[in-house]
């Protein structure tokens, strides 16, 4: 992979420096490792692989943009299949590149297995558990991908849903998620403000 070279040598441009190595060597190892075996050792080195990979895309995915796309996109799905809890609680991530390269990987992972993703996917949707409405927007779109890819299975898991919610929630209880939901979302649209702000002013 191309790395990207820094101008400043800042303490955040030596770090990002320093883990470009780290990046092209995960990178290397997921392509190169069988993803088909049950071997333990190999599953192992590849969760570790992985696991190493979304941390750079989460720690320095901002500063890293070129390098972690061509990355990310050369690896696999298959390589991604056993950390997808990790995928789906990085969609909160504040950075939109992030959410968006965290949103593809788990969109592939949809069109080769999708019985894997499609109970998150929905349950993410429908939830009333607190999230914010970035994350919502995030969870539609692999929802809708996984509808274009298996619409009868979403369709049923939706159903299952619908009705577990129904016999397990009262009207109260969803409107008070609800408002909780609404509340998360605009603190994290007043913090997101801020970091913005904090920012622009220590460029200027």
Not at 74 to 98: K, M, N
Not at 159 to 175: A, K
Request: hydrophobic share 35%; with cysteine; net charge negative.
């Amino acid at each position: 992979f191309r790395f990207l070279t820094c101008s400043q040598h800042s303490p955040q441009s030596s770090q990002t420096s320093s883990s470009q190595p780290s990046l092209s060597s995960s990178a290397n190892s997921i392509n190169s490792s069988p993803h088909k075996t049950n071997e333990e050792s190999s599953i192992c080195e590849n969760i570790t692989a992985t696991l190493r990979l979304l941390k750079l895309l989460v720690k320095y995915g901002h500063d890293l943009e070129d390098v972690l796309t061509k990355a990310l996109e050369g690896t696999p799905s298959a390589c991604w299949q056993d950390i997808i809890p990790q995928l789906f609680a990085r969609l909160g991530h504040p950075e939109p590149y992030v959410q968006d390269q965290v949103q593809a990987l788990i969109s592939r992972i949809g069109q080769d297995v999708p019985h894997l993703v499609v109970y998150p996917a929905v349950v993410g949707c429908t939830s009333t558990s607190p999230s914010t409405l970035a994350q919502l927007r995030q969870f539609q779109q692999i929802t809708s991908s996984l509808i274009a890819n298996k619409p009868i299975l979403v369709r049923e898991v939706q159903l299952m849903i619908s009705e577990l919610t129904r016999i397990t929630m009262l009207w109260e209880e969803q409107w008070i998620v609800l408002l909780q939901q609404l509340q998360n979302d605009v603190g994290f649209r007043i913090r997101t403000f801020k970091e913005e702000a904090q920012r622009v002013s220590e460029n200027e």
